[in-house]
């Protein structure tokens, strides 16, 4: 019996130690203000080259019929939090913040959130973005694409996008490894 008490009082001080005084408190005091709504860091349109050459990503969450309209770089992400059908009505992308996980693993992601116009919707989507999934290196782009393209408008260099493929040819694995893995100097078509 004996050895059954101590290990409930040794239990109960490892779980939750009791506070007195002005640290309860405080605790007490501070604990609902833990949940209230993430500030947003917005940058200026001359601030973004800089965030870009740091590792920051562009996330344009714009619909693509917006995108088409003024364009966009192919360097950016299109991640998009609503559309609008042909009746004017907005539909939320129900899979926005998965779809920020799935591309953004890492937390400490740095990411530059764009709507148009940087404006209510890129506030929302950059306070979800930090509030639910707990990254912390989420801002915004005062102004938007539209202000960004006004500023730097797209060149073609801009639009292209590079995609690697497989070369038909001879195998350049001896190159790497050293050793012809080959059967008498086959090629792969």
């Known amino acids: 019996m004996a050895a059954m008490s101590a290990s409930f009082v040794t239990f109960k001080t490892a779980v939750a130690p009791r506070m007195r005084g002005r640290a309860a408190k405080l605790t007490r005091a501070t604990r609902g203000s833990v949940a209230t709504r993430a500030s947003v860091v917005k940058i200026s349109v001359n601030e973004v080259k800089d965030h870009l050459d740091r590792g920051f990503v562009l996330v344009d969450i714009r619909d693509p019929d917006e995108a088409r309209e003024t364009g966009y770089k192919s360097s950016w992400k299109n991640i998009v939090l609503a559309a609008m059908d042909e009746d004017g009505r907005i539909h939320m992308n129900p899979n926005f913040l998965a779809q920020i996980r799935q591309e953004f693993p890492n937390t400490m992601s740095r990411i530059l959130i764009a709507c148009d116009d940087g404006t209510t ?69």
């Open 121 to 189: 919707r890129s506030e929302k989507a950059a306070a979800a973005i930090v509030e639910k999934c707990g990254y912390t290196q989420c801002k915004v782009i005062d102004g938007g694409i539209d202000a960004y393209l006004k500023a730097y408008p797209l060149t073609q260099a801009d639009k292209v996008k590079w995609k690697m493929r497989p070369e038909i040819g001879e195998d350049l694995s001896v190159l790497v490894s050293g050793v012809d893995t080959r059967q008498a100097g086959q090629k792969y078509y």
